[in-house]
């Protein structure tokens, strides 16, 4: 009992464990171990019995069914994952793993297992390999938030890593004294296992303390259109064919391995036992370089050197074996580009995307992952099946490939280097003055992050400490501790920040000055930093500032509390979190008018522990305070959106029109994807001038996530103009900031050419009724006369917002900063500036597009239209009949009001027919209720 707890106690401290995180790692370490453990049981034995039946030379087609396969799978298995429930998913693909292992392992020892069945289990297992570690992944991404992640994935992976050691060992063990079945059946076991722990992984520690909310934020679909980013990318594309490349040459490899093995060894299980012991040796050879190797050649020789490390030695291997075509040298070609691949390649390869926008590099990883693993598994099928089996060539032409695909991969790996250098050169001198410059004679970009770190300026700064945070690369530790003096706020908190997830701690009396700092953020990430490097803190240190003369710092040291125990209610527990919000509350409520100011910090900081914690007992207390229109108000809005949590949710609703509207935005954004269809059901079918209602597009435009795309793209059909526009500013705001979502470009252009019409129509109209009010040949009633500027006063108003539109929706197809500087240049009052943004536009659209708008925007902003300007624009001269019936038919009730008010003044009896077609087809209720009064007079002119 002492021997675990001392265990339990050590890896505690060695993984920075905290109390109420351990069960949560534990369980999900052995989780992966059995996953893994199971994959290096069957994998080995699948390959022995595979080998030993059909020879190395059916490998090339079954390398190819695998990838066919794990293409259809991998995106049906994403499709699910947007439907149903994560845990269903896993509990069903784990049973129907049990059932598949059990079947198999039945017809294996009744001599079934031959033929087809051979090659169903033999793309089975493969597979497996892609869903376990998928499923697993995205659920521990729902276990864990960010911080906790990032301390806990390390011990957690270690499960994995162990798990590849152990099976691969236990099966060369077993395969020596039984029969491949009961392989199976073991991994059978290992499995079943994983059942109960993955319903007990979910019961006790997402179902109990996650809203729905905070679950599907957690699980990351894949995005719909990563090739097009990848396409549009030249470093993201030289990253994909040196992906795709390397599974090519590792195919080859596995190939030449398989084949002097199988060759060498005859009896299967024999051959289980020999690949179970080397597949664990090479795990174990991998770990070993991963501890003690890698940090040191890719901190010594940075990222250029470290990508030829892999290919270099598998091409000297490759040559060898030409030479000394033996097992020996089989097994270095096949521990080459197993032990490096997961170690100093993937290190380098995790650096070399470090230019890449984390959200594009999110969307894009899992499809070079996935897919272009499956493409290159089935393009080294088919290099195979026409090597070998068409054209029946000896062992030394794989040799030959292999070299041959390695120089490819050596190319694109120096051409990459240079587009990583360059890359981030660019964002550097984009995100501040030309006064930091990196070097183009040398990619060193160690010593250009540096330099910039030293004399950059504040943008740079900020971009490259960012940069620094996803690597988590420790060399830079000096340069960025230097920065806990600088002048910026900013800089000392991205730092702090940076130096928390940094394993060295030797700045903890510098960063203990700065829980004093003058900035509250930097004090909130200065106490965040002590509580997770400083045990002495957490014990004693975080009491004494909990109950500092200083409100700032009482406040900021309540709210790291809360931030670092999120997710964690034991840790809260142990901690007297309720109590100290509780003391704190009592406190800002003591304060007289004189102490107004340190009260509202206190109550402040009480609402953004609230909400950090997701304390259940002090929702009613966020509640009220969100009642009233003041600036704690507001901080109570904010707060309640860290919760994520549905009790908030009708007041929120509430809060987005008024003095609290931005901050009700984004907290209503905060909850994710999940939150789109309830604010769909809020929005009627047809707006009645609500500005509540008018404000929830902006909520879907804040939501970074395609259903929100979706949903704005919907409300474009909307009944309300001012629906219309804001959906249309939404996905505006959702172009910019979220450049990898889809925008269905088809419909895109289609609103373009539906808008023209509308443009088209309406300039026609105002034509029309322009020439009416100014015409000297009759007299006009004062009341029509007054019904049509009218009609005509809302139609100016129309085609402003109406050209604004058709900018907009250029914006979804086209950069959008171009477009804006275009637009902007359109609407000067300059007559250089107007015809060089139009010129400008001539050269950005399609051939298709520019027949059709560069003739409005020409037309746009004339001091009077005539009937040339309708004649330039191919347009006749309607009649009153025309005009009103297309009007009346359009989307803008505005429009349609003023023409029914005009109609009325008219009182023609032979627009009746219009004015039914009008009524029965609107969704407004002040268009239905005109367009029911004015067939009332018109019937009342025709008696």
């Not at 499809?367 to 099946?385: N, R």
């Not at 406040?555 to 142990?574: F, H, W």
């Not at 895109?748 to 020439?771: G, N, P, Q, W």
């Not at 239905?928 to 018109?938: G, M, P």
Request: with cysteine; proline share 3%.
């Amino acid at each position: 009992m002492y021997i675990v707890q001392g265990i339990r106690n050590t890896l505690l401290r060695l993984f920075e464990i905290r109390p109420g995180e351990f069960e949560r790692a534990f369980l999900m370490q052995i989780y992966i171990f059995l996953l893994i453990c199971t994959l290096l049981v069957v994998k080995p034995t699948v390959n022995a019995l595979f080998l030993s039946k059909f020879g190395v030379e059916d490998l090339p087609k079954a390398y190819l069914l695998v990838a066919i396969f794990a293409a259809v799978i991998t995106m049906w298995y994403s499709r699910l994952l947007g439907r149903y429930a994560l845990i269903q998913i896993i509990q069903y693909t784990i049973w129907a793993s049990v059932a598949c292992l059990i079947v198999f392992g039945i017809l294996l020892r009744l001599n079934f297992l031959e033929g087809w069945v051979l090659y169903i289990f033999f793309v089975w297992v493969a597979i497996y390999g892609v869903l376990s570690a998928s499923q697993f992944w995205i659920l521990a991404n729902v276990v864990f938030n960010a911080r906790e992640a990032k301390r806990l994935f390390g011990f957690i992976g270690a499960g994995a890593i162990a798990g590849g050691i152990a099976g691969g060992y236990l099966t060369s063990i077993i395969a020596q004294f039984m029969s491949s079945e009961f392989l199976l059946f073991l991994g059978a076991f290992f499995l079943f296992l994983c059942i109960s722990l993955t319903k007990r992984i979910w019961n006790n520690h997402v179902e109990i303390s996650l809203t729905t909310f905070q679950k599907e934020r957690r699980v990351r679909l894949h995005s719909k259109r990563p090739w097009e980013l990848i396409r549009q990318s030249r470093h993201l594309t030289y990253l994909a064919v040196i992906v795709g490349t390397s599974v090519i040459v590792a195919k080859l490899v596995d190939y030449q391995f398989s084949d002097f093995s199988s060759s060498r060894i005859s009896d299967p299980n024999e051959l289980t036992a020999f690949f179970g012991f080397w597949f664990s040796t090479f795990n174990l050879i991998s770990l070993f370089i991963q501890l003690f190797i890698t940090r040191r050649v890719v901190g010594n020789y940075g990222v250029g050197s470290s990508l030829f490390i892999l290919p270099t030695l598998l091409m000297l291997s490759a040559m060898a074996l030409i030479f000394f075509p033996v097992l020996a040298i089989a097994i270095l070609l096949k521990m080459g580009d197993a032990s490096l691949k997961q170690s100093i390649n993937k290190a380098a390869l995790e650096l070399l995307v470090l230019p890449i926008p984390m959200e594009i590099k999110n969307r894009t990883k899992t499809f070079i992952d996935v897919f272009v693993d499956s493409l290159a598994t089935g393009v080294s099928g088919l290099i195979l099946i026409f090597v070998v089996t068409a054209l029946k060539l000896p062992s030394i032409a794989i040799n030959l490939l292999i070299i041959l695909f390695v120089g490819l991969w050596i190319y694109f790996a120096s051409r990459v280097r240079r587009e990583y250098f360059r890359s981030f050169k660019a964002r550097i001198e984009i995100d501040g003055a030309a006064e930091t410059e990196l070097a183009d004679k040398h990619p060193s970009i160690l010593k250009g992050l540096k330099s910039v770190l030293e004399h950059g300026s504040e943008k740079q700064q900020l971009y490259v400490l960012r940069k620094i945070k996803e690597a988590n690369d420790e060399r830079l530790v000096d340069e960025v501790a230097s920065l806990l003096n600088h002048q910026s706020s900013d800089i000392r908190a991205e730092a702090i920040q940076i130096l928390y997830f940094f394993k060295d701690s030797s700045h903890l009396e510098k960063i203990r000055s700065l829980t004093r700092d003058p900035s509250q953020r930097v004090k909130i990430e200065a106490f965040e930093y002590l509580f997770a490097k400083d045990p002495a803190f957490r014990i004693d240190g975080l009491e004494s500032f909990l109950n500092d003369p200083d409100p700032r710092v009482r406040g900021a040291a309540l709210v790291s509390l809360a931030k670092e125990t999120t997710d964690n209610p034991q840790l809260q527990q142990d901690l007297n979190l309720e109590k100290y919000v509780q003391d704190l509350w009592q406190e800002s409520m003591s304060f007289t008018d004189q102490g107004q100011i340190d009260s509202n910090l206190l109550k402040t900081a009480v609402f953004k522990t609230v909400g950090y914690a997701r304390m259940q007992s002090r929702y009613p207390l966020l509640l009220e305070a969100m009642s009233d229109e003041s600036d704690l108000a507001r901080e109570a809005v904010l707060a309640a959106g860290y919760t994520r949590d549905d009790y908030f949710l009708a007041a929120l609703m509430e809060k987005v029109d008024g003095s609290s509207s931005d901050e009700a935005i984004k907290a209503l954004a905060s909850y994710g994807k999940g939150i789109v269809p309830i604010i769909m059901e809020e929005i009627p079918i047809s707006a009645i001038g609500d500005p509540s209602v008018y404000k929830l597009p902006a909520v879907l435009g804040a939501i970074g996530a395609q259903p929100a795309v979706d949903a704005l793209f919907s409300l474009m059909d909307h009944s309300d103009a001012i629906i219309r526009m804001e959906a249309l500013r939404g996905l505006n705001h959702l172009r910019r900031s979220h450049p990898f979502l889809s925008f269905n470009e088809k419909a895109v252009v289609k609103r373009i050419y539906e808008e023209a019409r509308v443009f088209y129509d309406t300039i026609s109209a105002m034509y029309l009724h322009a020439s009416m009010t100014e015409s000297d040949s009759k007299e006009i009633p004062e009341p029509e006369k007054e019904a049509r500027e009218s009609l005509i006063r809302v139609l100016e108003k129309r085609l402003d917002q109406n050209l604004e539109r058709i900018f907009r929706l250029l914006g979804l197809k086209y950069p959008p900063d171009d477009v804006h500087v275009i637009y902007k240049g359109i609407r000067s009052t300059t007559e250089e500036m107007r015809s060089s943004s139009i010129e400008y536009l001539d050269n950005l659209l399609e051939p298709s597009l520019k027949k059709i708008l560069i003739p409005i925007v020409e037309n746009a902003y004339l001091d009077s239209i005539s009937s040339e300007a309708l004649e330039n624009l191919s347009l006749p001269i309607p009649d009153d009949y025309t005009s009103f019936a297309t009007l009346l038919l359009g989307k803008d009730f505005q429009v349609k009001l003023a023409v029914l008010d005009l109609i009325q003044q008219l009182g023609d009896p032979n627009y009746i027919p219009i004015v039914e077609e009008c009524g029965a087809a609107t969704r407004n209720t002040k268009v239905y209720q005109s367009a029911l009064k004015t067939i009332q007079i018109l019937n009342s002119r025709k008696d």
